[in-house]
T-cell receptor, first 112, second 118 residues
């Protein structure tokens, strides 16, 4: 069975600081994709970053980067230079075939 | 990027009535669409997966006759909540996955619909 675990229900970070959100997953699939989605108070789910499992290089999108450890089945999200607009729920997600699995989310608050 | 719209954004209805929610992929063809339900401060709960032109696949525990899903075209899927009751009040989110290289491996989400059943 595929599972996605986010062990941090809530986190906070000072504005301009760096924060890392953790995510682990379990799968027997060899070909899959990993995602981080952001859900701000508007509740619109926004794709933050994605990683193909076959790629060794960690994905980066501006201030967002991941630390993908395939052997450990870990996929953490690092947010650098945190901004107030980063305050949101963050969901880690995993896709194998046509199936998507979401973690329970981490509520991130950026403190001014 | 890939854009998904959802309509209406908010609906209030009386108990016993039916409500239809539309989900459209605006700039790509969605071969697969997903319908989720989200409770406050909770993760997304997948209700069903629909492929264009075929019957939807419902998750365990989701009533097929209550939540009717139609995916008649590559850009439109609808969710109809039939004979709605107060316990159906929730936030419903659709997402789409397309057939182009850019969108085929990623879900793009609509903005959600807040359903309140009185």
């Amino acid at each position: 069975a595929q599972t996605v675990t986010q062990s941090q229900p809530e986190m906070s970070v000072q504005e301009a600081e760096t924060v890392t959100l953790s995510c682990t997953y379990d799968t027997s699939e060899s070909n899959y994709y990993l995602f981080w989605y952001k859900q701000p108070p508007s509740r619109q789910m926004i794709l933050v970053i994605r990683q193909e499992a076959y790629k060794q290089q960690n994905a980066t999108e501006n201030r967002f980067s991941v630390n993908f450890q395939k052997a450990a089945k870990s996929f953490s999200l690092k947010i650098s230079d945190s901004q107030l607009g980063d305050t949101a729920m963050y969901f880690c997600a995993f896709r194998a075939g046509n199936q998507f699995y979401f973690g329970t989310g981490t509520s991130l608050t950026v403190i001014p | 990027g890939a854009v998904v719209s959802q309509h209406p954004s908010r609906v209030i209805c009386k108990s016993g009535t039916s409500v239809k929610i539309e989900c459209r992929s605006l700039d790509f063809q969605a071969t697969t669409m997903f319908w989720y339900r989200q409770f406050p401060k909770k993760s997304l709960m997948l209700m069903a997966t629909s492929n264009e032109g075929s019957k939807a696949t419902y998750e365990q525990g989701v009533e097929k006759d209550k939540f009717l899903i139609n995916h008649a075209s590559l850009t439109l899927s609808t969710l109809t909540v039939t004979s709605a009751h107060p316990e159906d009040s929730s936030f419903y989110i659709c997402s789409a996955r397309g057939g182009t290289w850019e969108s085929t491996d990623t879900q793009y989400f609509g903005p959600g619909t807040r359903l309140t059943v009185l």
